[in-house]
């Protein structure tokens, strides 16, 4: 039995939520999403909550139960606060900055890394050696992050590179003489 699962989706005041079939729709102050559900899990919703529930017994019914329930409640923390992601540039002439609809970045290779910012996303860069990712769809925010982390990801041995604010690079030491 799915501990997540079971708890339902509060709707704070000021979002509306539909159901039409397998897609829960929810639309709030940042915006409007919507996301549909396997056949496995039936969801109705109760005055200012969505229940979810399965249409079965099997582990995958139970897998997706849980998975169902938390895809619903980003839809409504997407369209309320929103999401953020931050990630940290090191590294001895490494910076970004926006310029109009994209992420200009420095990296150290001979060129410049141009990124085209997806449309629903914003990129901010309040000092040139952090970026800031913000949007409502939780997944959209984490992939854009993940591709910037990509240009170049953190090295061991200096820990230069692209990194997410507060992950730990685990260093390694030099060659000894």
């Known amino acids: 039995m799915s501990k997540i699962g079971k708890l339902p989706v509060a709707i ?7 159901l039409d079939g397998q897609t829960v ?3 709030g102050p940042k915006g409007a999403l919507e996301v549909t559900l396997v056949e496995e899990i039936a969801a109705k919703i109760e005055g200012s909550e969505i ?18 329930r938390t895809l619903v409640a980003n839809l409504v923390e997407g369209v309320t606060k929103g999401f953020e992601k931050k990630l940290e540039i090191t590294g001895v002439g490494y910076k970004a900055a926006v310029q109009g609809k ?32 913000s949007g409502i769809n939780r997944q959209q925010v984490g992939q854009v992050a993940a591709e910037i982390r990509e240009f170049r990801g953190p090295e061991p041995y200096k820990g ?17 003489k």
Request: no cysteine; proline share 5%.
């Open 51 to 68: 229940q979810l529930a399965m249409n079965g017994e099997t582990n995958r019914h139970k897998a997706m139960w849980g998975m169902s």
């Open 160 to 176: 230069k590179g692209v990194k997410y604010a507060g992950e730990f690079i685990f260093r390694k030491e030099g060659k000894k």
């Open 102 to 133: 994209s992420l200009n970045l420095s990296l150290g290779y001979s060129h410049d890394v141009i990124y085209a910012i997806p449309e629903g996303i914003q990129i901010v860069t309040p000092k040139p050696t952090e970026v800031v990712i």
């Open 25 to 27: 729709k929810v639309k």
């Open 12 to 18: 704070p005041a000021g979002v509306t939520a539909t």
